[in-house]
């Protein structure tokens, strides 16, 4: 992996690193576990609990076309800004006033939840396509891998905190509030939008180096300037869509109930919460071999491959009893491996298929569609325990999404470019 010694693509890969991991795995990480500890003083249903989980993250996705928007009027900082003052609006709110059930689902799931969609994945991902060509998938891979570590970090250390100051749940979301304050000054001071704007090109590498790259990545990585209008008539936009929904709804009911499956599968809460961790440091494993594969070879056979993990997590995860603790870890950590692993494969195969023009509003829409269909996925996990009692059925659904997802995306194939007819639709594809 080289790059030329003053090349800034690889210092902003560490700047995105530390916002991913303050912007979401805090909030999110860090707020499942307050979450179990607030459920205490303010009596909810698992499906009303479950619900706060369904609107998280179904409001990660849906401000997605608007996030896109302020970014190409204005920029990934603005994007980052505004993110920062939404994640401190919703956890000072919930310090300070949540008293009822629907105090937390507007909080946590909207107003929590919008700040994590501003200022992570689309700004992330938007500048991580722009950077970078040839190892596009590891650098994807390392930012987006923030979030896993925060959670590995988060959940037992939130734990202790709590624990340690007798449940008070509040103070824990005066601290949460804290910290994006820290993140936006990061993002005002350290992004830079485009390697043009340090004069530098795509990879830190010169013109003629980029050109000598090699007929293998040129099938994986596409040259001709789709626009997002092209790239929704293909069908590998929509299979890739399939995967997304595979990708992304198992992990969803994941974080809403896991811990609850495990305490009512009679873990302790303090085993149940370094369960979680394990679940977030296999999500960092999963993202660094999603990112390497993306760059080795073709992107459907990464993706789907990565969906295998969750397969065999769930069965695990049924079997998950303390007296078989190792079940347990496996499971989530296959999880987290599986998350990890698809979640990069996701947001690099769209910048690979279409490229980074089309990039931001062709993720943001992906993004926004992923949460529309597995938002419920947190409801529904509740309404399955309220209704059976235990969570196996819940398992069975993932496993059912996962085998749809590996089916479509042994179609996607990287889409042929469409003809071109006329010089007025070169110029709109171009700019």
Known sequence: MKSSSGFYGWKLVGVLFALDFLNMGVPLFGGAVINTYMLKQIPMSRSTYGLGFTLINLFIGLPATLVVAVI????????????????????????????????????????????????????????????????????????????????????????????????????????????????GIIALSLVKERPADCGQTVDGAPEEAIALTSSAMDRRITKYSWTPREAYRTSAYWLV?????????????????????????????????????????????????????MDKIAARFAFASGLLCYFVGSLLAIEARPAALALAIAAGMLYGIAFGWTFVCLNTVTAHFFGPAAFPKLNGMMLLLTAIFCSPAGWIGGVIFDRFGNYTQ??????????????????????????????AELAIAVS
Not at 263 to 291: C, S, Y
Not at 394 to 421: C, D, H, T, W, Y
């Open 241 to 293: 869509l399939l995967g997304g929904i595979a990708c992304q709804f198992p992990y969803f009911f994941f974080i809403a109930h896991w811990i609850l499956h495990l305490r009512a599968a009679h873990f302790q809460a303090n085993t149940a919460a370094w369960a979680m961790g394990l679940f977030t440091l296999g999500a960092i494993a999963g993202r660094l071999v999603g990112g390497w594969l």
């Open 72 to 183: 190409l009027k204005w920029g990934t900082r603005a994007a980052f800004v505004i993110g920062s003052v939404f994640l401190s609006a919703g956890a000072l709110f919930l310090a300070f006033f949540a008293s009822k059930p629907w105090h937390y689902l507007v909080a946590f799931g909207v107003i929590i939840a919008t700040g994590i969609c501003f200022s992570t994945i689309i700004p992330v991902t938007t500048l991580v396509a722009r950077w970078f060509k040839q190892f596009r998938g590891r650098a994807m891979a390392i930012p987006l891998s923030a979030s896993g570590f925060a959670g590995f970090l988060c959940a037992p250390l939130f734990n202790k905190i709590l624990a340690a100051d007798g449940g008070n749940w509040r103070h824990a979301w005066l601290l949460v509030a804290a910290i994006p304050m820290f993140s």
């Open 394 to 423: 819940a398992f069975e659904l993932n496993m059912l999404l996962v085998a749809a997802g590996i089916l479509a995306l042994s179609s996607a194939k990287p889409p042929q470019p469409p003809p071109r007819n006329s010089a």
